[in-house]
């Protein structure tokens, strides 16, 4: 019997990485700063009575082992890696921001917890391996791309903590040029995209992004939010981050630091 899992495992497991589709840019950090890398054994390393993994899982378990030893596991969500809001608890604010959570992005009803928990029921449904896996996993995919916005956002200045998942560099400076904002670490990269309205378009401010280094933190990232779809060669993403400051992510917001 399957048991309900976080939604991006089980698109991950089910659907082709959108990064082995779509162009992107080298995310490798300078040579001489790269952390060192694990690695992890292949399919051929490992004892014969060990079950063999899925075309999915070995390309994740692949693309894990390419990553600094110290950066997140794949589809590692920003709840993981942040500190809980208090229930009940008033929005915080950083000067003329204020911070909000990644629920606050979609309507009621319509986030990504909501679909699944709808479709969570013919998923278990289906047998292992079957091939109407694919077609339900596509289905739920479509469904969560026309999720909509939440309108009542455009034009607040916000503040939200996230991964990046790179788009352009400035090799020069070594710095992180524009990107898309997502929930769990991995997204369009290896692991298939968020939902449209999980999804963010961020163009730092001059002088106002981190290091290709620290691509693999955690960080906040605070700026005018706009609600404006527009397609990057990663994923479509539902919102706009404009005149945008990018922090490392740090567990104490008053040291939190910028490259």
């Not at 390419?66 to 596991?73: N, S």
């Not at 009803?109 to 079957?130: C, F, T, W």
């Not at 996993?137 to 009542?152: D, F, G, I, T």
Request: aromatic share 4%; proline share 10%; charged share 25%.
């Amino acid at each position: 019997m399957k048991t309900t899992i976080l939604p991006v495992l089980v698109l991950a497991s089910l659907l082709v990485a959108c990064g082995e589709e779509k162009p992107a840019i080298d995310a490798t950090p300078p040579t001489t700063t790269a952390p060192a890398i694990v690695a992890k054994p292949s399919i051929a390393d490992t004892d014969k009575d060990t079950p063999a993994l899925s075309p999915a899982a070995e390309a994740l378990a692949t693309a894990q082992a390419e990553l600094p030893v110290d950066a997140p596991a794949i589809g590692t969500p920003i709840q993981e890696m942040t500190k809980p809001t208090e229930g009940g608890a008033a929005p915080k604010q950083d000067g003329e921001f204020t911070e909000i959570e990644w629920e606050n992005l979609e309507m009621p009803g319509q986030g990504l917890a909501d679909i699944m928990k709808k479709y969570q029921p013919q998923i278990d449904a289906i047998p292992e391996g079957d091939p109407a896996e694919d077609a339900m996993m596509e289905k739920v995919q479509a469904e969560l791309n026309s999720a909509p916005v939440n309108a009542a956002l455009n034009g607040k200045k916000i503040k939200i903590p996230g991964f990046i998942s790179p788009l352009e560099a400035d090799d020069k400076q070594g710095m992180v040029k524009e990107f898309l904002l997502v929930p769990y670490f991995g997204a369009c990269i290896h692991v298939p995209p968020p939902p449209l309205n999980q999804t963010l378009l961020v163009k730092p401010l001059e002088g106002k992004s981190i290091g290709m280094e620290r691509m693999y933190e955690p960080v906040w990232v605070s700026g005018t939010i706009v609600t404006e779809q527009v397609h990057t060669d990663l994923a479509e993403a539902g919102y706009q981050i404009k005149d945008a400051s990018v922090e490392v992510y740090e567990e104490d917001e008053s040291t939190a630091r910028q490259d």
